[in-house]
């Protein structure tokens, strides 16, 4: 399903060049649940988002279903990640201004689908909050939400368009061990009633009792 090649990120801080990956291979089956552990500053954020098309590699390639995707023009780069990719990461990045249900709506409103896609959401995005416990609170803003909702909300938003890949970046980070240990639950739960394939990092080894593999990124370098 997924397939990086070969890949090195380095960035320049205007004196000299720091490479965080140093030639990482890896190769993702699709309906599996892969988990990257390491410290913090191994590059584990990096590596998730040069595989989810957020950030280009200084060399090699990723190839999602059989596409190099950094040799796609820009909107074809983004409609893979608006509707074959969703994001869970350790901020929630909800908007502020916008209610639960616009927000899990919000993938939905700015992409290309026709208005009767759109429309739909609205059930599909309802069945996801039902689904989650949010039920009662769908016109509530991010605000007024306990960390653990906000992180289901981002979940939600992130399935919202039937993705059919989950990066998940440190998403139990800011929340404690109880909460946590439900929205992981929640992520297991989604990768096998949907077949959906998962890629979880984290520096939290507990959390990868759940992962159906395990690599460990230490030094730039992926060790499985």
């Known amino acids: 399903m997924l397939e990086a090649k070969n890949i090195h990120k380095v960035y320049n801080d205007g004196k000299k060049d720091l490479a965080v990956l140093k030639g990482i291979s890896l190769k993702i089956d699709k309906g599996s649940f892969i988990a990257v552990v390491g410290p913090s500053g191994a590059g584990k954020s990096t590596l998730l988002h040069v595989l989810g098309g957020l950030d280009a590699p200084t060399q090699g390639e990723v190839r ?29 990045h909800l908007l502020g201004e916008f209610t639960v249900l616009e927000n899990v709506l919000m993938p939905v409103l700015i992409s290309d689908n026709a208005q009767n896609v759109k429309q739909k959401a609205g059930e599909k995005a309802l069945e996801l909050l039902n689904k989650f416990g949010l039920e009662e609170r769908l016109n509530h803003l991010p605000s007024q939400l306990s960390g653990g909702e906000k992180q289901r909300v981002a979940i939600a938003r992130s399935l919202i368009n039937n993705p059919e890949m989950l990066l998940c970046d440190e998403p139990t980070g800011n929340l404690d061990s109880r909460a946590g240990a439900e929205i992981i639950e929640l ?3 989604t990768n096998l009633e949907n077949k959906m394939t998962v890629v979880l990092v984290t520096h939290n080894m507990e959390l990868t009792k759940q992962a159906d593999k395990v690599y460990h990124l230490s030094d730039g370098v992926l060790v499985g």
Do not use: S
Not at 79 to 91: A, H, L, P, S, T
């Open 64 to 92: 999602f279903q059989n596409q190099n995707i950094y040799k796609l023009v820009d909107a074809g780069l983004a409609r893979i990640r608006n509707e074959k990719i969703g994001f869970v990461f350790q901020f929630y």
């Open 187 to 189: 992520v297991k739960k």
